[in-house]
Structure formats: structure tokens, C-alpha cells
């Protein structure tokens, strides 16, 4: 009778663990960093061969971050490379580079997922990332430009 009590009670302390269904932790943007300048409203004096790259709270799918991940000029699309740094990092340039004294928008869609495929929750739409070229004479025009 000792050994059936013993046993039912080694099979109940076995069974206890902890049966609390995994929480999957919220998918967020993180960070937006352009050149040296991280996680502003609005990007300047950015150099024309600088990377966007976003840094998200968990790996990204690369599939969904190309469909949901863009940069508009002027409001039209435009083509860019992306790389997948580190997992939780994409890179984003345009191709051929950021034209001088342009603004650009970026747009960062809900439809980002996770590897897990979790929904982005929080996203960032900052209102434009500006380039500008070195020169003085560039920085002087959008010291007295609003954007």
C-alpha cells in the first residue's frame, strides 16, 4: 500500500509543472536608425548612401517585411534592396541610393510578421527621411526649410 501511495504521489508532483500556456510576447518596431540619427519624427542632413534599418523586438519574416516595409518620394513607391541583419533587423536602401535635397516616407504596414508569424502591434510612420549632400550651401537651404 506504501508503494501505490508513493507512486500516485511521485505521478501528481511530476504531473504539477507549470501548464500555463506559453505568452507570446507583442512584436514591435523598435528602433528606426538612419546613419547616426536614431528614432526621430524626421531624419536630416542624411547621406545620399545611408541604409534605414529597422530594428524589430523578434526575428522578422522576410517575406511579409518586403510586402509591408516601403519608401515613397514624391508619394511614388520607390525600389529598394533589403537585407536581414541579425534577424531582428532589416535594412532598407534605395536602390541607386537617396537623391540629394529629396524627401522620402517611410511606410512601415501592420502586415510585418514575426518568424513565429506573430502581427506587428505598434508601428512608426516617421513624416521623411531627407537627404542632403555635405556641402554648406545644401545645409544653409534646409536650416530655412520647414518639413
Given at each position: 500500500m506504501k508503494v501505490l501511495y508513493f507512486i500516485v504521489c511521485l505521478l501528481l508532483v511530476a504531473c504539477s509543472g507549470d501548464n500555463q500556456p506559453e505568452v507570446n510576447q507583442p512584436f514591435e518596431l523598435k528602433n528606426i536608425i538612419v546613419g547616426d540619427q536614431q528614432n526621430q519624427q524626421t531624419f536630416e542632413n542624411v547621406a545620399p548612401n545611408v541604409a534605414i534599418v529597422l530594428e524589430f523586438s523578434d526575428a522578422v519574416d522576410e517575406a511579409s517585411a518586403r510586402n509591408n516595409i516601403a519608401l515613397k518620394h514624391e508619394e511614388l513607391p520607390v525600389s529598394c534592396?533589403?537585407?536581414?541583419?541579425?534577424?531582428?533587423k532589416v535594412s532598407v536602401t534605395p536602390k541607386g541610393g537617396f537623391k540629394v535635397l529629396s524627401s522620402y516616407k517611410l511606410i512601415v504596414n501592420p502586415g510585418v510578421k514575426s518568424t513565429s508569424g506573430i502581427s506587428i502591434e505598434k508601428y512608426i510612420m516617421p513624416d521623411s527621411v531627407v537627404t542632403v549632400d555635405n556641402g554648406a550651401f545644401a545645409g544653409r537651404i534646409w536650416q530655412d526649410l520647414t518639413i
Open positions: 534592396d533589403y537585407e536581414f541583419l541579425q534577424e531582428k
